[in-house]
């Protein structure tokens, strides 16, 4: 008994040199032992990814050849109405390129696509995040946003060999400046993730909101991105305005909620828009801060 | 056997793995299922203490591996209940004591990682004592739970491995 006694307070002495040592060791050792066990679960995480696109390519494989026929119809139509826009959408693209040259404006950072499915969900007060099966090997980089369609989902804070991990608009780490609808001044306010205290759909909040400023009556505001800062592309949309805007405490401006567009939980796939030149916003995120 | 240890929490990663695809399922809450101090029961009766330890360490840095908590407090929390466990081995003799025993260490350590992930973050922590309230609860029925199944898994890979059975009496 005595031995046994002995052989805890032993290692309970050796457990606090170890915790005084873990405390001094350089962050590089830490963040390889992180990394070691990300990548022994990446497989797992692959492998639940794939096993629940083999589920929803079983039941899709099952629908009747009718529904299958009336669903290429429709995408026959969608795609018609969508050629139309895009022979416009070259016109005024040309037209842009051309006033871009006579007023030698700077041309804004171009990105490249890289389309990843959702492996897993992960949120609680302090974060919310999703794990996408891309990583370093597919050229995603620290600090890339993403997006779904035109819907701004969040930016990637952590990259890994075949997985990265992307912190939501709603996540408590995420800011961004943005535009409201409704503003013909265009100012700027601030949109910063905050720590979900309830059960219900996590929301982002709207800071620095002109104190003249007045919802749209009938529809919500929609938020839209700025452009400014180099992270995100302008017009993405980041939400809508939850119901009215209330003053700070200070008066000279007011706050509001932001609601997603999307539920973001549910998303299957996203892009990631890796900037075709490094942006100085992403070497800064490549510092010890971001995990 | 020197790798028991290992060997064993590769059997329980499962579980592991099945908490976060229940957590991904309850994402939109915003609540964890979090199983890593219900999984240290059953190896704390029956493993070495350096191999309950290491074993432990794994348990907490697979956990911490893909969330913003600072690195190593769950890892070291775990290890600490793993010594005190492995040291005190009557107090989990039987399985009401170990349902016991899984709820309050599957709570504690929630509590301190709920806690470490607060430091870390930069948002104000305004009204979130009922969320952690929420956190803490759904900690403790899991670990409840979860214990049984967890176990016969962890008690059947240490048969395999030639692990000594734990003693029934005090």
Redesign the interface.
Known sequence: MDQ??Q??RA??VA?AV??AG?ILLPSAV??L??EA??E??AP?LHL?GKSRDLATFWEKKSRSSEELVAAGRDLARINAALEIKLKGMEDIRRENTRLREVTRYNVPADYLSVVARVA??????????I?IRKGRNDGIRPGAPVVFGDTVVGRVTAVHLTTS?VDLVTS??FRCTAYLEGDDQNRIVLI???????????KARVSVIPYDYLLPAGTPARVTTTGMGGVFPSGLTLGYLDGGAYATQVGNFKESLLVPSR?L?NLQEVSVLVPIIQTPGEALMQGDQF? | MGWAWLILLLAT?PWL?GA??A??T???????VFVSGTCLIAPSRRLK?WQC?LFAAGLG??F?????IP??TLA?TL??VA??LS?NRPLLRSTPRMLQGAAIVNVAACLVW?LA??F?????????A???F??LLLAGIVGTLGLVPVALTQNAAMDRLGVPPASEQP
């Open positions: 046994n006694r052989g805890a290692s309970y457990l170890f915790v873990w830490r963040r032992n992180r066990f990300v022994f679960q797992a639940v897993t969900r992960d949120s609680s007060s302090w974060w919310q995040r794990v991990e408590p780490g910063n993730g905050v720590a979900a205290n309830s059960l219900g759909t996590a539920d939980y995990q | 990663y793995l976060d695809l957590s991904d309850l994402a939109s809450s915003s609540l964890v203490r330890v840095f697979l911490e591996a893909r969330r913003p690195d190593g070291l290890v600490a010594i005190f040291s709920y992930a607060a870390a973050a930069d948002a104000p922590a305004v009204g979130a009922g969320h952690l929420g956190q």
